[in-house]
């Protein structure tokens, strides 16, 4: 398997900027192809009108979301013009309760989509819909690229976040192609219990799995020293000086998670490498 398709969004590309080189980077590398969806978002409610003014004004805003789609086009292909890479773009608009589908509609057959971090500065509600919308409506493997993060190539050093769960493995299986051509596959386990099926050898059966690509991986134990696993991976990660961390997404509902926290959620607001995610 490789990646040949590889899909990311731009809405706003002093935002988005990142993660679209990151995608270019990754379709050259992977002599994939690049799409790239430049989305205009309507993130008005309509309901909010007085009677009689809903209409106009969601005419009024939805041309005004066509119009950003196609500046964000204009951009992106400035961006991209000469580069030695495959790609096409595509504008169009939405409004915020059908953006699900529109994403899911444009990603669903790609190999992976590349997305900006959804949390941050500049932000809106839309960019961690997008990211939603990939991971639960598309069901595709999800590359986040922090903030002014550069996705190295070659990617050398990837941590994997195992906890066992079928998000993980599924997280993993999107990942072979990188593990494949990684130096260093470490199995992060954090605090495992005492009763789980593999307790006497965590990330055995794992690590076998992987080996049989060719893959050799070593599993560390980490101890739960600090309040929240994502910060011990975290700590991890910068003890391993690891470029890149697979770990599944959303093990809990992604409403617990949005008013509680959770692992995905709290690594997606402070990681400082790339995370591909999938659920």
Not at 45 to 62: I, R
Not at 162 to 183: G, H, K, T
């Amino acid at each position: 398997m490789a990646y040949k398709t590889i899909t990311t969004i731009v809405t706003d590309l002093a935002i988005d900027r990142t993660a679209l080189d990151a995608a270019a980077n990754l379709a050259r590398r992977e002599g994939g192809h690049l799409d790239v969806l430049c989305l205009g978002v309507d993130s008005t409610q309509p309901g909010f009108y007085y009677a009689g003014g809903s209409a106009m004004a969601l005419q009024t805003n939805l041309e005004e979301a066509e119009k950003n789609s196609r500046d964000v086009e204009d951009s992106v292909k400035q961006v991209l013009e000469g580069q030695d890479v495959h790609w096409v773009t595509h504008a169009g608009s939405a409004q915020l309760v059908g953006l699900a589908q529109c994403v899911a509609h444009r990603t669903r057959y790609s190999d992976i989509a590349v997305l900006g971090r959804p949390y941050g500065e500049g932000r809106g509600h839309e960019h961690e819909a997008i990211v939603e919308a990939a991971l639960f409506d598309a069901k595709v493997p999800v590359l986040v690229i922090p903030d002014n993060a550069v996705l190295p190539n070659p990617i050398e050093r990837v941590v994997v976040g195992w906890n066992e769960s079928s998000e993980a493995l599924a997280a993993v299986r999107a990942a072979l192609p990188i593990l494949r051509s990684a130096e260093v596959v470490n199995i992060a386990i954090v605090d495992p219990p005492q009763h789980a099926p593999d307790r006497s050898d965590p990330g055995g059966v794992l690590s076998q799995m992987l080996s049989r690509h060719g893959i050799r991986a070593e599993v560390s134990v980490l101890a739960k020293t600090m309040p929240r696993v994502s910060d011990v991976i975290a700590r991890h990660i910068n003890d391993q000086n690891a470029d890149l961390l697979v770990m599944g997404a959303y093990g809990h509902s992604r409403i617990r998670e949005s008013i509680l926290g959770g692992a995905t959620r709290n690594t997606l607001q402070t990681t400082e490498v790339p995370v591909l995610m999938t659920h």
